[in-house]
């Protein structure tokens, strides 16, 4: 099958919020109170949708040697199986069992380049194909990769062939904006009503078309492409 999937890395291969608070509690150690508010910001920041670099702003201030050193005793905290998120496994072997081109995938991200290779290395991805979209609409971003034929033509980080289908994977649902014929879209967050309602609020604005799945993890969201699919 001529597909070619794409997914998120941060909340959806990586488990960004366990990590970005075992990095403010190593601060705490340090700095009293100061990892605290960090952690507070962050996640306030992805609450509303918005963004705060929270570790480019570490590496700028605080200078790349002591950064690394702050990771390196978080990741020995934590441990790097659980900065995978659950299904991880599942998921990165699932991706063969979608289609027969390779690469079968690749990851779509929006950060900073360096802070997202540092993840990539933690989950053992660090020879994953990966693209940094300037953009936190990946929808529109594939979009213009569309051909008139409906196919679309990836960029030279994902192999730059021509495929007839993308699927993305992604915990934002602003990544859905624009999302062209042709592409199949999985929302991965809690089934609740809260989340059907938003999907329907942003369904109605005409920017976030309807058939966009919900999973509520990584196996799940496996399980609805290979239905869509019928892999």
């Not at 075992?22 to 992805?46: H, K, V």
């Not at 390196?72 to 496994?89: H, I, K, S």
Request: hydrophobic share 40%; net charge negative; glycine share 8%.
């Amino acid at each position: 099958m001529d597909v070619f999937q794409i997914i998120d890395l941060d909340r959806t291969l990586f488990n960004t919020k366990l990590f970005a608070r075992a990095i403010t509690d190593e601060i705490n150690l340090l700095q009293p109170g100061l990892g605290t508010q960090l952690d507070e910001r962050f996640e306030s920041a992805y609450q509303k949708g918005e963004n705060f670099f929270l570790f480019r702003l570490l590496r700028q201030e605080k200078g790349d040697a002591w950064f690394m050193d702050i990771v390196q005793r978080a990741v020995a905290t934590v441990g790097r199986d659980a900065l995978a998120m659950p299904g991880f496994n599942e998921r990165i072997k699932g991706t063969a069992m979608l289609t027969s081109r390779r690469p079968a995938w690749g990851v779509m991200t929006y950060g900073d380049d360096i802070d997202q290779r540092l993840k990539l290395d933690l989950i053992g991805l660090t020879d994953a194909p990966m693209l940094i979209s300037p953009t936190a609409s990946k929808a529109a971003l594939i979009q213009s990769w569309q051909n008139a034929d409906g196919s679309f033509t990836l960029p030279s980080e994902f192999g730059g062939d021509t495929v007839s289908r993308i699927t993305l994977e992604d915990d934002k649902l602003r990544a859905f904006q624009d999302m062209p014929d042709g592409m199949i879209g999985v929302w991965i967050t809690a089934n609740t009503p809260d989340s059907i309602q938003r999907l329907n609020e942003a369904v109605a604005t005409g920017h976030t078309p309807t058939g966009i799945a919900i999973a509520s993890g990584l196996q799940e969201s496996l399980a609805s492409l290979s239905r869509q699919l019928g892999a």
